[in-house]
């Protein structure tokens, strides 16, 4: 089943002399359980299309099409209440409220919804994160990539139809960057949540099951579906 069908999309910043075409009529399907890497050098428009997938830039045209809505035609308000139920997002710097404990910022897009969190999920979570003694923890007093952990925890607590992690090693160490991978990895897997990931890993990159290549505001080279062994 496709998740997410992205059709000629394009972003333009700016206009005459300063027009900045970020994407150019960028189109690909993601089928749900996928894990895909998105890479390229740099300012080659892969973060755009990333906060573009995420509701948090919009694009100039085209569809934008998330497990049956284009959020493409959403207004602000509507986009941001799919945002918090169906998109998971997971930043480079963990993006964590320093005043809030570990749980709390794991449940804080649920309360934010108006919603009681499912504590047999929070429960799961913390387990599988490796999180379960640090739940009274405040971000300062974690580990980088026990910060990332919360955040990947964050982006799951509300089943989203799709993750997205944007550079989600790019502040850690290599011990800690195979962690992470491995954690997405393991939810990818076990829960067959679709995972699409920003990233100049090559590693990384090659633990995906397909690898989408975009130079210059376009896709150059899409490798396609294919069985890769987890980190």
């Known amino acids: 089943m496709k998740i997410l069908e992205i059709k000629n999309l394009c972003k333009v910043y700016g206009k005459d002399e300063i027009k900045v075409d970020a994407l150019k009529n960028v189109s690909f399907d993601v089928e749900q359980g996928e894990f895909v890497a998105i890479v390229g050098p740099s300012g080659s428009g892969k973060s ?9 830039d919009s694009p100039t045209s085209g569809v934008v099409n998330i497990a049956g809505t284009d959020i493409s035609k959403l207004d602000e308000t ?11 997002l997971i930043y480079q710097f963990y993006n964590l409220i320093p ?19 499912d504590k047999k999920l929070l429960k ?26 919360v ?15 944007d550079e989600p090693t790019g502040n850690l160490d290599s011990e800690n960057s195979k962690e ?10 076990e829960n067959n949540q679709t995972v699409i990931i920003i990233t100049h890993d090559e590693k990384i990159a090659l633990s995906a099951d397909r690898i989408i290549t975009i130079e210059d505001g376009r896709i150059t ?6 069985e890769v062994s987890a980190v």
């Open 48 to 56: 755009t299309l990333l906060h573009i997938l995420g509701g948090v």
């Open 78 to 88: 509507k986009l941001a209440i799919f945002r918090r139920r169906q998109i998971g």
């Open 99 to 117: 005043i809030l404990n570990v749980e709390e910022n794991m449940t804080l897009p649920l309360l934010l919804d108006g919603k009681k969190p």
């Open 124 to 149: 799961d979570l913390l387990e599988k994160l490796g999180l379960k003694e640090r739940l009274k923890h405040l971000p300062n007093q974690l580990s980088g990539g026990q910060q990332q952990r």
């Open 151 to 165: 955040s990947i925890g964050r982006a799951l607590m509300n089943n989203p139809a799709i993750l997205l992690a």
């Open 180 to 189: 992470i991978v491995s954690l997405l990895r393991k939810f990818n897997k």
């Open 221 to 226: 080279k899409d490798s396609g579906r294919v």
